[in-house]
């Protein structure tokens, strides 16, 4: 893959982050700012996402099977990995935010909950620690 390629691909990536930014800093906040701003975060992800995956298959020749075999099985790692990470920091994001809110509702009613509510709060945010062990687990195998 040539440098102006991973450039572009770096580039949409950090526009993708920032876009949705965009939304916000125009004026009064409302519910169809925040649906725009989230559909246009999803349109991007995805759309890097797909061209990433075609650059990462669809790279230079090569000249022997075997190298094709093993590029396309450090690509799927790598997708793997960004799988574990991603997928587990968006699973453990719901349980904080539910495990939270209803944490300091117990908190605000008895105070001496506070033990049993942050225990459940940290045991819902260990779910993105998991997957980010388990990500540098398999990008440890690839290297």
């Not at 997928?87 to 008895?110: H, K, P, Q, R, T």
Request: proline fraction near 2%; aromatic fraction near 8%.
């Amino acid at each position: 893959m040539t440098s102006a390629i991973k450039l572009a691909i770096i580039a949409a990536f950090i526009l993708s982050i920032l876009l949705p930014f965009g939304y916000f800093m125009q004026g009064e906040r409302n519910k169809k700012r925040y649906k725009r701003s989230i559909a246009a975060n999803i349109v991007m992800f995805f759309g890097i996402v797909v061209i990433a995956a075609v650059m990462l298959f669809v790279s230079e020749p090569v000249q022997a099977a075997e190298a094709a075999s093993d590029g396309m099985a450090t690509g799927l790692g790598y997708i793997a990995a960004a799988l574990a990470t991603g997928l587990s920091c968006v699973g453990g994001g719901i349980a904080v935010a539910s495990a939270a809110s209803a944490a300091l509702g117990a908190i605000s009613e008895d105070p001496t909950a506070l033990g049993k509510s942050l225990i459940f709060v940290g045991l819902a945010e260990g779910v993105c620690l998991y997957g980010l062990i388990i990500s540098f687990m398999i990008i440890g195998r690839l290297g």
